[in-house]
């Protein structure tokens, strides 16, 4: 039987071209993919793409809808609908929700309603500040019950010497490790 795992994306519309191949990779190695956005990267426009051409090609690429209301992410723990849930991208802002308990976006209630059944959360970092303020963030997870990080490391120590970003190409095995109770490593690249 496939793993049904939830593939949750936030504003780090940079990231988006990286990341959707992930998705990809992991419906060829038979998972099934619930797509999840937050409000902001389901409805936002960038410089990156129309969110409307990224919701449709998320759902081509899973054949399922992508949820992205608090309202229709609180029942993914109570029907125990996924067997993993990934946040990539994840913003800072994200992590400092995650960290402190706050339930505000469609992302932080799929993590909190996941969670509740002890299966395997996997953080894939994006952000600016990720050895700035959200460092804490990171470090205070780090050290959570069923949460594992995808491989990090700084993307431009020169121009952007506290941006952190996860080697996305590493999530299939983040993925298979967490489903067995382990962090990859090293988690710092």
């Known amino acids: ?65 992508v949820i992205h209301t608090i309202k229709d992410c609180e029942p993914i723990g109570p029907k125990r609908m996924l067997d993993a849930l990934i946040i990539a991208p994840c913003t800072g802002n994200t992590l400092g929700k995650l960290a402190n308990g706050i339930t505000d976006t469609a992302v932080t209630m799929a993590a909190k309603s996941h969670l509740r059944n002890k299966r395997p959360l996997l953080i894939a970092v994006s952000t600016n500040d990720g050895l700035g303020t959200s460092a804490k963030n990171i470090g205070q997870l780090l050290n959570c019950k069923n949460i594992f990080f ?40």
Request: aromatic fraction near 8%; hydrophobic fraction near 40%; glycine fraction near 4%.
């Open 150 to 189: 995808v491989p990090m490391g700084q993307d431009d120590s020169s121009k952007k010497p506290n941006s952190v970003i996860a080697d996305f190409d590493r999530i299939p095995d983040t993925l298979e490790n967490a489903l067995k109770g382990r962090q990859l490593q090293p988690i710092i690249l």
């Open 1 to 65: 039987m496939n793993k049904t795992v939830g593939f949750a994306m936030c504003g780090s519309f940079c990231t988006f071209s990286k990341v959707i191949p992930q998705i990809v990779s992991l419906r060829k190695l038979n998972y099934d993919i619930i797509p999840i956005m937050s409000e902001m990267a389901y409805s936002t426009d960038t410089r990156f793409g129309k969110a409307a051409d990224f919701v449709s090609e998320i759902e081509e690429i899973t054949s399922n809808r």
